[in-house]
């Protein structure tokens, strides 16, 4: 069974702090998303990763591939309240086809004002 | 443009009744996944399907569950004489095609067996 762990599992912030999420695995992945999840709600799409070494930017957060796709880290700058949620990554396996998705331990992020 | 629609949001079923959960997914979007999220766990896979086929059941227990996605309406993951341990989260997804692990989740429907 392919694992992605998340670290931390929690982390409870103020407003205006920079924070750090991190994806791990001891498995290559052909991809890897991150989603946001609010209570109640299902996980939204906020960014898909291919390429090894690849750094996408959505306003304050900042999306890293590990060159050699087995991990993923999420930055936010400056979170605001709203950022609060359950953040997520999921990677499809290599060779399985682009079907079931993997989903991480997750982290569990409260911004306060 | 819509997005993935599940329904019932919310479910009460007693054990031994069965649960049925229905979705519709993107315009567009043939391809339909269920995932299932117990308290304090991660989203786990269940099943993938196209118009009228399932493609990977790997993660759908071998008794008591079953999906289907018709060539018309929504799919529906059916849950036969229900059992506490069946109380949880479930998550329809569709995408528009294979070549990308790009999945778009509907809200959910919230079963709680009693």
């Known amino acids: 069974t392919q694992l992605l762990e998340q670290s931390p599992q929690f982390l409870s912030i103020q407003e205006g702090e920079n924070l750090t999420v991190y994806c791990n695995s001891s498995?290559?992945?052909?991809?890897l998303q991150w989603y946001r999840q609010e209570p109640g709600e299902g996980p939204v799409l906020l960014v898909t990763?291919?390429?090894?070494?690849e750094v996408k930017k959505l306003k304050r957060l900042t999306f890293q591939f590990g060159d050699a796709r087995k991990d993923s880290s999420l930055h936010i700058t400056a979170a605001q309240p709203g950022d609060t949620g359950l953040y997520l990554c999921a990677a499809g396996p290599m060779n399985t086809g682009f079907q079931k998705l993997v989903f991480g331990t997750g982290t569990r992020l409260l911004v306060s004002p | 443009n819509a997005g993935v629609m599940q329904n019932p949001r919310h479910l009460v079923r007693r054990r031994g009744q069965e649960a049925r959960l229905r979705c519709s997914p993107m315009k567009g979007h043939s391809h339909v996944y269920w995932y299932r999220q117990l308290p304090e766990e991660g989203l786990k896979f269940m099943v993938y399907l196209q118009k009228e086929n399932i493609i990977d059941e790997s993660g759908m227990p071998k008794e008591r569950f079953s999906a289907e996605f018709p060539k018309e309406g929504p799919s529906i993951l059916r849950i036969q004489q229900v059992v506490r341990g069946d109380s949880a989260a479930y998550f329809c997804a569709s995408s528009p095609r294979t070549e990308t692990y790009e999945q778009y989740f509907g809200p959910g429907t919230r079963l709680t067996v009693t």
């Open positions: 990763v291919v390429t090894g070494g």
């Open positions: 498995s290559v992945f052909s991809s």
